[in-house]
């Protein structure tokens, strides 16, 4: 269940009924306008060479003067554009205003990632599980500069702000998975922010909370940390930085600059990660990685170390990257 990240989607599926409305609303104003517009354009043209410079034209002025013409032709696209007006101020204010049946879910952006927490208390990074055919309400908020939250297939985006809340709301009435971004310039890994959406049969979503997002959910968390805190960005095959591949790296022994040699444990990988110079500098790599002290907060670093114990082979906890290991230790 992987949206096609392979064909770019120009227009994307729409899960709701506020997202088919919305879709009728553009599509209708675009022939609206081009109803309006197409028809200037043509006369202008046909004018344009009909009396240009030198031509054979009757230049006398007709002499009709007709107020009906005057006013119908102000009157009627104002009305028309008018009724678009008041169409999309209500989709506006309706979508400012969540059902208060809604369920909450909450949702923090922070520099590079999604993390959500459902009303039962289980929380995923970068992905979203939820339900169909009940409204769900976004409770997002900022840890540090201002991020976006879009969902295209709920045709919803909303600002999350560092100091005050937003909200968006929907209700998803087809089950699937869809993409979900960051759409705010938000730094330097601010196109890696950014994950999906799944939305399930309600029972489904029940058996959900309660087996895959309490375990399988795990790895697949921990995995999106070391891709959101760039770990990925130079540890992977591939990246423009030399840096030790870390997949197989648990347990094994590593051999240090100073001519040491320790056990990649969980204590060392702790160490390493949180004050990586110094004395832990791995023999034949530069001094490039940086501390992580005070940006990874102790839960993550547990689920980050979690992810790495069982990282086996590049390509594991990511089915769809198919990366040969190269693993080099
Ligand atoms: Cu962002």
Same mark, same amino acid.
């Given at each position: 269940?992987?949206?096609?990240?392979?064909?770019?989607?120009?227009?994307?599926?729409?899960?709701?009924?506020?997202?088919?409305?919305?879709?009728?609303?553009?599509?209708?104003?675009?022939?609206?306008?081009?109803?309006?517009?197409?028809?200037?354009?043509?006369?202008?043209?046909?004018?344009?060479?009909?009396?240009?410079?030198?031509?054979?034209?009757?230049?006398?002025?007709?002499?009709?003067?007709?107020?009906?013409?005057?006013?119908?032709?102000?009157?009627?696209?104002?009305?028309?554009?008018?009724?678009?007006?008041?169409?999309?101020?209500?989709?506006?204010?309706?979508?400012?205003?969540?059902?208060?049946?809604?369920?909450?879910?909450?949702?923090?952006?922070?520099?590079?990632?999604?993390?959500?927490?459902?009303?039962?208390?289980?929380?995923?990074?970068?992905?979203?599980?939820?339900?169909?055919?009940?409204?769900?309400?976004?409770?997002?908020?900022?840890?540090?500069?201002?991020?976006?939250?879009?969902?295209?297939?709920?045709?919803?985006?909303?600002?999350?702000?560092?100091?005050?809340?937003?909200?968006?709301?929907?209700?998803?009435?087809?089950?699937?998975?869809?993409?979900?971004?960051?759409?705010?310039?938000?730094?330097?890994?601010?196109?890696?922010?950014?994950?999906?959406?799944?939305?399930?049969?309600?029972?489904?979503?029940?058996?959900?909370?309660?087996?895959?997002?309490?375990?399988?959910?795990?790895?697949?968390?921990?995995?999106?940390?070391?891709?959101?805190?760039?770990?990925?960005?130079?540890?992977?095959?591939?990246?423009?930085?030399?840096?030790?591949? #870390? =997949?197989?790296? *648990?347990?094994?022994?590593?051999?240090?600059?100073? &001519? $040491?040699?320790?056990?990649?444990?969980? +204590?060392? @990988?702790?160490?390493?990660?949180?004050?990586?110079?110094?004395?832990? #500098? =791995?023999?034949? *790599?530069?001094?490039?990685?940086?501390?992580?002290? &005070? $940006?990874?907060?102790?839960?993550?670093? +547990?689920? @980050?170390?979690?992810?790495?114990?069982?990282?086996?082979?590049?390509?594991?906890?990511?089915?769809?990257?198919?990366?040969?290991?190269?693993?080099?230790?």
């Amino acid at each position: 269940m992987t949206p096609s990240h392979e064909s770019l989607q120009l227009w994307p599926a729409a899960v709701s009924a506020t997202a088919t409305e919305t879709d009728l609303l553009i599509l209708a104003f675009t022939v609206l306008t081009l109803l309006l517009t197409v028809p200037v354009f043509v006369a202008i043209t046909y004018f344009a060479v009909r009396y240009r410079e030198g031509s054979e034209a009757n230049r006398q002025p007709s002499g009709i003067r007709s107020n009906l013409i005057e006013i119908s032709w102000m009157l009627i696209p104002f009305l028309l554009t008018l009724i678009f007006f008041v169409w999309g101020a209500k989709l506006f204010i309706q979508s400012k205003n969540a059902p208060p049946d809604a369920m909450v879910v909450e949702a923090v952006g922070r520099q590079w990632m999604w993390k959500f927490q459902h009303p039962t208390g289980q929380s995923e990074i970068n992905n979203l599980h939820l339900p169909i055919g009940q409204p769900i309400r976004l409770h997002i908020i900022s840890q540090d500069v201002i991020h976006a939250l879009y969902l295209p297939a709920v045709r919803m985006q909303v600002a999350a702000l560092p100091d005050r809340y937003t909200d968006l709301w929907f209700k998803a009435d087809k089950i699937g998975t869809y993409h979900l971004y960051c759409s705010e310039y938000c730094g330097t890994d601010h196109s890696v922010m950014g994950g999906e959406v799944t939305f399930m049969n309600p029972g489904d979503y029940q058996d959900w909370l309660t087996h895959a997002g309490a375990q399988q959910g795990k790895v697949a968390a921990g995995r999106a940390l070391y891709e959101a805190y760039g770990c990925a960005g130079c540890h992977e095959p591939g990246s423009a930085v030399k840096a030790p591949s #870390l =997949a197989g790296l *648990y347990g094994s022994q590593v051999k240090l600059a100073d &001519g $040491r040699t320790v056990t990649a444990d969980e +204590g060392w @990988l702790r160490d390493k990660i949180l004050n990586p110079n110094g004395d832990r #500098l =791995a023999e034949g *790599y530069k001094q490039v990685m940086p501390s992580f002290a &005070g $940006r990874i907060p102790a839960d993550e670093l +547990g689920t @980050l170390i979690d992810f790495l114990k069982s990282y086996s082979s590049p390509a594991a906890g990511k089915a769809a990257d198919a990366t040969p290991a190269g693993a080099t230790r």
